[in-house]
């Protein structure tokens, strides 16, 4: 069964920091290529960061020296680590599992960077 769950997300002041979590099944977390993507109100889902399945990480530009992309094989579970908020990053953030022709997508968690 396909399954990706996020978790973390929440209020958060501009400056702070706050760490996302995908839970994956097993099968996800082994042959899939995981990223996360954003999408903010009015706005068009646009992709974060991805972990490749052989560890290789990409960051859209506007996070690079903020974000950080992991994942923890044991615990099948990739994780977001977002430092520097800013309120333009208010969005929700989803979990995205893909093989060329197939992906899948979590439900979302909602993140607000708010003063």
């Known amino acids: 069964q396909v399954q990706l769950v996020e978790s973390g997300g929440g209020l958060v002041q501009p400056g702070g920091s706050l760490r996302l979590s995908c839970a994956a099944s097993?099968?996800?977390?082994?042959?899939?290529?995981l990223g996360w993507y954003r999408q903010a109100p009015g706005k068009q889902r646009e992709s974060v960061a991805v972990?490749?399945?052989?560890?290789?990480?990409r960051y859209a530009d506007f996070v690079k020296g903020r974000f950080t992309i992991s994942s923890d094989n044991a615990k099948n579970t990739v994780y977001l680590q977002m430092n520097s908020l800013k309120f333009e990053d208010t969005a929700v953030y989803y979990c995205?599992?893909?093989?060329?022709?197939?992906?899948?997508w979590g439900k979302g968690t909602l993140v607000t960077v708010s003063s």
């Open positions: 097993v099968i996800i977390f082994r042959l899939y290529d």
């Open positions: 972990i490749t399945r052989g560890g290789a990480t």
């Open positions: 995205e599992a893909w093989i060329p022709g197939v992906e899948y």
